[in-house]
């Protein structure tokens, strides 16, 4: 079983800067796929940026150019650079990973942290 515990949520303005960490524990999360996902109030949950195992990336056309995947295998962590949010990134964000391999443009994801606020004021 993976856990994974997200942070670095909080208040930030638009235009400013924000990094949201995952750790993870209970398996390396090296050689798997790494998600950040995120849920607006009343919206469903929507792929922000994914990465796979040999460092391909995914991002959802409205984060291209301003958010930034990355992962440290040493630290088993993931992280989420924000840079340029705006009000419309204000959302729960949540990180995820596969329990085996599936290609970076396949949706779905087998274990979740319990997601860390990001609300961007303007």
């Known amino acids: 079983q993976v856990q994974l515990v997200e942070s670095g949520g909080g208040l930030v303005q638009a235009g400013g800067s924000l990094r949201l960490s995952c750790a993870a524990s209970g398996r390396t999360l090296s050689g798997y796929r790494v998600a950040w996902f995120r849920q607006a109030p009343g919206k469903e949950r929507l792929l922000v940026a994914a990465?796979?195992?040999?460092?391909?990336?995914r991002y959802a056309d409205s984060v291209k150019g301003r958010f930034t995947i990355s992962r440290d295998n040493a630290k088993n962590t993931v992280y989420l650079q924000m840079n340029s949010p705006k009000a419309e990134d204000t959302a729960i964000y949540f990180c995820?990973?596969?329990?085996?391999?599936?290609?970076?443009?396949?949706?779905?994801?087998?274990?979740w942290g319990q997601g860390t606020q990001v609300t961007v004021s303007s």
């Open positions: 995820t990973t596969d329990r085996t391999y599936r290609g970076l443009f396949d949706n779905k994801y087998d274990y």
């Open positions: 990465l796979n195992w040999s460092g391909s990336t």
